[in-house]
């Protein structure tokens, strides 16, 4: 199962700051949250990822609390071409050195006109 | 910007034969993914394969399913007598190494009829 909670849907007005949040309670100390999104039925585009410390992009912002219990996405000034299925992940380190990704059912965020 | 690619966008098989999906991932990537998704579902993960070998498979990835890096810049995925209910969207992902992103292809949509 994810390693993650986001609410399954928010609507956010054309040039204001969308915040989509993510529970990630169980987290351990080492593991990297990563934010994707998925437009229509394309493949997932990767967004930010971070440990600790708040990530800035050319694309977003993710601020994560300090007890790393959960991240907030921060796109600033949504443009209806955001309007997309947003995942929040916390992957999962194999034993064989690799990691994968478990994806849960995300946040659909609809930018309104 | 370097990007996976996966060829072809759509396949339409008959039940029961052979299908190959294939993917070029990022030239300097070293782990490679499949997942699917079926239609209005979760992205599953199925495989992930590192120096020449799988790495971790899920339950969906049976004996059905296999995976080949066969000449140092494709990945394919085999499916060696489809079924109806392997309708659904492939997509490929590599990545770099380390805590680096997965980066994903924009998928092959898999019809079986």
């Known amino acids: 199962d994810a390693k993650t909670t986001q609410p399954p849907s928010m609507d956010c007005a054309e040039g204001r700051a969308a915040n989509l949040p993510c529970n990630h309670s169980?987290?351990?100390?080492?593991?990297?949250v990563y934010w994707y999104r998925q437009i229509h039925s394309q493949g997932p585009q990767y967004i930010i990822h971070?440990?600790?410390n708040n990530e800035t992009n050319e694309m977003a912002s993710l601020i994560i609390t300090e007890d790393r219990k959960s991240s907030t996405l921060i796109l600033p000034h949504a443009t209806l071409r955001d309007t997309a299925v947003y995942y929040c992940i916390v992957r999962v380190d194999e034993n064989s050195g690799t990691y994968k990704y478990i994806f849960g059912t995300g946040t659909r965020l609809k930018v309104l006109a | 910007e370097p990007e996976v690619t996966q060829t072809p966008s759509h396949q339409v098989t008959q039940m029961g034969q052979e299908v190959i999906l294939r993917c070029v991932p990022i030239?300097?990537?070293?782990?490679f993914y499949w997942y699917r998704q079926i239609l209005g579902q979760k992205v599953e993960f199925l495989v992930s394969?590192?120096?020449?070998?799988?790495?971790?498979k899920s339950e969906i990835f049976d004996d059905q399913f296999s995976v080949e890096r066969p000449d140092g810049s494709n990945f394919t995925l085999k499916i060696r007598s489809t079924k109806l209910e392997d309708s659904a969207m492939y997509f490929c992902?590599?990545?770099?190494?380390?805590?680096?992103?997965?980066?994903f292809g924009d998928g092959t949509r898999l019809s079986i009829l």
């Open positions: 030239s300097n990537h070293l782990y």
């Open positions: 971070g440990l600790k």
């Open positions: 394969f590192y120096n020449n070998e799988i790495s971790e």
């Open positions: 169980t987290i351990s100390g080492n593991e990297y």
């Open positions: 992902a590599s990545r770099r190494g380390g805590i680096q992103p997965q980066h």
